[in-house]
Antibody, heavy 123, light 103 residues
Framework: QVQLVESGGGVVQPGRSLRLSCAASGFTFSSYGMHWVRQAPGKGLEWVAVIWYDGSNKYYADSVKGRFTISRDNSKNTLYLQMNSLRAEDTAVYYC????????????????WGRGTLVTVSS | EIVMTQSPATLSVSPGERATLSCRAS??????LAWYQQKPGQAPRLLIY???TRATGIPARFSGSGSGTEFTLTISSLQSEDFAVYYC?????FGQGTKVEIK
């Protein structure tokens, strides 16, 4: 079954760290760029970060740059998001999403999503 | 940074009617635009990519059009399962969403 399953969310105090994981199955994980997208309670979608299929390139939203790190382990079919120096405004459901590939080209369209994991930053 | 602006914020439509949602980019994005549907408590679902291509499994009543800075998502005859929030997206930027509700 083609799916993404996030884990690692929870309640954390401001300034602390948390690592999210996203386990992929049912497709060739190492062939796809992967993204994290978040959604604050009652709000819209916000793209967070992307990592190339081979880990060679990573890009971040300005709101998390310098605090969050995206990584992947293709041998374990797993995507990660290391979140440091967490702030109240980082409270959100965090989704991992697969970047679409059509032919030989990768696109920033998200064609497969996990169900998300909730991160709450609160003292 | 490109800003994506969706209108209206809320659209009230009766089942069976046509719904037209708009998305405007602050500068040209060519045809690099996607539409997503999100229902309460669920992850978003890709509907349209490349401005006008339906994703796998998406019913034909969903159609996308436009290029450059002006884009439209049309739902030709709303079904009960189509009442949701719709987002447009270009690279790392999402619009703020349009909620389609039952009139």
């Amino acid at each position: 079954q083609v799916q993404l399953v996030e884990s690692g969310g929870g309640v954390v105090q401001p300034g602390r760290s948390l690592r999210l994981s996203c386990a992929a199955s049912g497709f060739t994980f190492s062939s796809y760029g992967m993204h994290w997208v978040r959604q604050a309670p009652g709000k819209g979608l916000e793209w967070v970060a992307v990592i190339w299929y081979d880990g060679s390139n990573k890009y971040y939203a300005d709101s998390v740059k310098g605090r969050f790190t995206i990584s992947r382990d293709n041998s374990k079919n797993t995507l990660y998001l290391q979140m440091n120096s967490l702030r109240a405004e980082d409270t959100a459901v965090y989704y991992c999403a697969r970047g679409a590939v059509f032919g030989d080209y990768a696109y920033w369209y998200f064609d497969l999503w996990g169900r998300g994991t909730l991160v709450t930053v609160s003292s | 940074e490109i800003v994506m602006t969706q209108s209206p914020a809320t659209l009230s439509v009766s089942p069976g009617e046509r719904a037209t949602l708009s998305c405007r980019a602050s500068q040209s994005v060519s045809s690099n635009l996607a539409w997503y549907q999100q229902k309460p408590g669920q992850a978003p679902r890709l509907l349209i990519y490349g401005a006008s291509t339906r994703a796998t499994g998406i019913p034909a009543r969903f159609s996308g059009s436009g290029s450059g800075t002006e884009f439209t998502l049309t739902i030709s005859s709303l079904q009960s399962e189509d009442f949701a929030v719709y987002y447009c997206q270009q690279w790392g930027t999402f619009g703020q969403g349009t909620k389609v509700e039952i009139k």
